[in-house]
């Protein structure tokens, strides 16, 4: 079984500002770890995956997440928030063999002040 | 460019009726799968396909259908038995375990 925690439903930052929105998952194997951004009224555009390679991993638009297998987290980072970020945003784990059937998180919705 | 297309991007539903959502990618993917969005919910699997020809129930396929005919679609009917259909639906598509690809989404209202 798999489950994914996304702490806080919104997340309030002043531009410029360091973006962290957290999450947490359960996996009774390996996982797969994703992180996907949906604009309002669009479908969701993967960020970043984590596929048991490097634990620092890179995604677009100038995001990043570590993957920390003692405290089951994979936070998303972003160094300076800009206006165009505000969005929702969700994380998603995977078992790394099986139904390849993803288990997402109820979503964080990211708001950036002037 | 490869993608996946979702049609129709809004559509209305009176009661008692059934509507067929359309998806279509071309990305040679195979599996597809069909997620409904409520507001605060996430994402909540409706149905999934793996192969052509087969299919398998998610967390909440009653009152939905689909089929897979062919390896590029993979429609999703809502029938007159879901009783609150109004919401976001979204399909997606995968090459196994590599992560989704997603259309830009179906808003269904039920008028």
């Known amino acids: 079984a798999q489950s994914v925690t996304q702490l806080g439903s919104h997340v309030s930052v002043s531009e410029g500002a360091l973006v962290l929105l957290r999450c947490n998952y359960s996996s009774s194997v390996p996982p797969y770890l994703f992180w996907y951004v949906q604009y309002p009224n669009q479908g969701l555009q993967l960020l970043l995956k984590?596929?048991?390679?490097?634990?620092l991993v890179k995604g677009i638009n100038g995001f990043e997440a570590e993957f920390k297998k003692s405290e089951t987290s994979f936070h998303l980072t972003k160094p300076s928030a800009h206006m165009s970020d505000a969005a929702e945003y969700f994380c998603a784990v995977m078992p790394s063999g099986g139904s390849y059937i993803p288990t997402f998180g109820r979503g964080t919705s990211l708001i950036v002040h002037p | 460019d490869g993608g996946i297309t979702q049609s129709p991007k809004y559509l209305f539903r009176k009661e008692g009726q059934n509507v067929t959502l359309s998806c279509e990618q071309n990305?040679?993917?195979?599996?597809m799968y069909w997620y409904r969005q409520d507001p605060g919910q996430g994402l909540r699997l409706i149905y999934y396909s793996q192969i052509v020809n087969d299919f398998q129930k998610g967390d909440i396929a009653e009152g939905y259908s689909v089929s897979r005919e062919k390896k590029e679609s993979f429609p999703l009917t809502v029938t007159s038995a879901q009783k609150n259909p109004t919401a976001f639906y979204l399909c997606?598509?995968?090459?196994?375990?590599?992560?989704?690809?997603f259309g830009s989404g179906t808003r269904l209202t039920v008028v």
């Open positions: 984590y596929t048991s390679a490097a634990t």
């Open positions: 997606a598509s995968s090459p196994q375990g590599k992560g989704y690809t």
């Open positions: 990305l040679n993917h195979d599996a």
